[in-house]
């Protein structure tokens, strides 16, 4: 048995043909539709990106426990149990957030890896000389950005960008071994996320008299660009997605040359998708997260059922890919992990939750059942976040560093949960910012909490406000699955649920 994952990240599922956006270019994203089974009711668990992967390894939520970090000691990693078996897992990635403190340890869970350097300002070559930078909107301040510029300026040539190199290694691992039997390879790609660097080809699917300062790297803020700007922006996407769409396509090309249809499992999957001023907005962490963000793309064959072009309305999330996976290969699933094998989803659209939990840590705690979602804010403002937030953890580190001499002198130790193996565990005590991220907190709480009917409102511009039934079904499964997950208490605190318990 082998298994391929297709990972993008930032990859928009209302962008998508198969989704039923009827302007940008992806035929390839439409042939992949009709070769495996297309999920309408898939969600994030945590995010952003290191929380979604290391979901991804263990098969459980992130965001209840502690925010962007490490993988920790008590974890258990899908690849490192394919690996432990005798089957060879791979990474191929250019998320550049690996190399980060608080991403150290991930790709070491696999046999092998190799990775793509220069995506978003990534501190990757050295070049000191003064640099020519056009006029542009938005970016990175201070040297994040500039080294963004130094990085495009060795990948002029799409065969020199970071997707380019990314693809080529993965085809160079299925074209190695595509004879051989018992291999995952995850082929994890970090673009569409921003900045939107793509070759003039790709944009050129999309004409545009634009002629205003380039703008392909939104920051992530209320909307205060012109009308215009926003368009090219937009664009600017739709022409990287263009680019993902034609490096899927080499990957099925490769799957049909070898016939690898009839005993490879294929996954294409992302992390979270992104605001492209939807709701006022830029991005996906400082404002709540509706599903342009939450609500995701996925496609799965299964060889064993042979399902496909055809669609799956029952409710998954990333936590279900690691036992999917490790049950695909004839594993256990080991007891802490907390998602579901799909492989009944996949063959008859089996259900496997009612609810499902998603969000980022010290943010809203949201809830849906497909039709609805509950976005639970912290009652109290920043103040009654910051007395009942808390990471826990045996890896202190943020995105791009350790947490701080001052933070651990007020550590405690707190007792194991659950998950942890017997471990006992730091408790370190939140900020008044996004931790790890350094963005004011005040605007996560915009709108309070807030209920939607995403069937009948899918754009969520009407929040419900006279329909308490259904917000106490909505509240009541959120506190169940908290407890589910062993939550610690102060979160019931935060969020003003301390009578549901």
Not at 16 to 30: D, E, K, M, S, V
Not at 218 to 245: F, G, N, W
Request: charged share 25%.
């Amino acid at each position: 048995m082998r298994a391929i994952m297709v990972m993008f990240d930032s990859l928009n599922r209302h962008m998508l043909p198969p989704y039923g956006c009827t302007w940008t270019h992806a035929p390839n994203f439409a042939r992949l539709a009709e070769r495996t089974v297309t999920f309408d009711n898939s969600y994030v668990g945590s995010m952003p990106c290191m929380p979604a992967r290391r979901e991804l390894h263990t098969g459980r939520y992130n965001f209840l426990h502690r925010s962007w970090g490490p993988m920790e000691p008590y974890d258990d990693s899908m690849p490192r149990i394919l690996r432990e078996n005798g089957i060879h897992s791979h990474l191929v990635t250019d998320h550049w957030h690996y190399w980060e403190e608080g991403g150290t340890n991930y790709h070491t869970k696999y046999s092998t890896y190799e990775g793509a350097r220069g995506q978003e300002g990534d501190f990757w070559k050295g070049h000191l000389a003064p640099l020519d930078i056009p006029e542009h909107l938005d970016g990175k301040p201070g040297d994040w950005g500039r080294q963004e510029y130094v990085n495009r300026y060795y990948m002029r040539e799409e065969e020199n960008q970071s997707q380019a190199v990314t693809f080529r290694h993965g085809l160079e691992f299925i074209e190695t071994n595509h004879g051989e039997d018992n291999w995952f390879l995850q082929l994890e790609e970090f673009d569409p996320h921003e900045p939107f660097f793509v070759p003039k080809k790709y944009q050129d699917l999309y004409p545009s008299d634009y002629d205003g300062p380039e703008f392909d790297w939104p920051a992530y803020h209320r909307l205060r660009e012109t009308p215009e700007q926003v368009k090219e922006c937009i664009r600017q996407y739709a022409a990287l997605l263009s680019m993902c769409d034609e490096y899927l396509g080499k990957v099925l090309d490769m799957m049909d040359r070898y016939d690898m249809w009839k005993d490879t499992m294929l996954i294409v999957n992302t992390d979270h998708g992104f605001l492209l001023g939807e709701h006022d907005w830029w991005g996906k962490v400082m404002m709540p997260f509706y599903n342009e963000i939450a609500h995701t793309p996925l496609f799965i064959w299964d060889p064993r059922c042979g399902k496909k072009g055809e669609r799956r309305s029952a409710l998954v999330q990333t936590i279900d890919l690691a036992p999917t996976l490790l049950e695909y290969f004839g594993l256990d699933i080991p007891r802490d992990m907390m998602g579901h094998v799909l492989r009944k989803t996949i063959e008859d659209d089996t259900k496997v939750r009612d609810f499902a939990l998603f969000g980022m840590h010290g943010c809203h705690v949201n809830v849906t059942d497909g039709h609805y979602v509950y976005m639970r804010a912290t009652e109290g403002g920043i103040e009654r976040n910051n007395d009942n937030l808390f990471n826990y953890t045996l890896m202190p580190a943020y995105m791009k560093e350790s947490f701080s001499v001052e933070e651990l002198r007020e550590a405690s130790l707190a007792p194991a949960f659950s998950f942890t193996k017997g471990a006992p565990l730091l408790k370190v005590r939140g900020t008044e910012k996004i931790p790890t991220m350094g963005f004011p907190a005040k605007t996560l709480y915009d709108g309070g909490h807030m209920l939607f009917d995403v069937e009948k409102d899918p754009g969520q511009q009407h929040p419900i406000r006279d329909d308490a039934a259904a917000e106490e079904r909505m509240i009541r499964a959120m506190v169940a699955l908290m407890k589910e997950n062993d939550c610690p208490p102060e979160q019931y605190r935060r969020l003003g649920l301390e009578k549901y318990l």
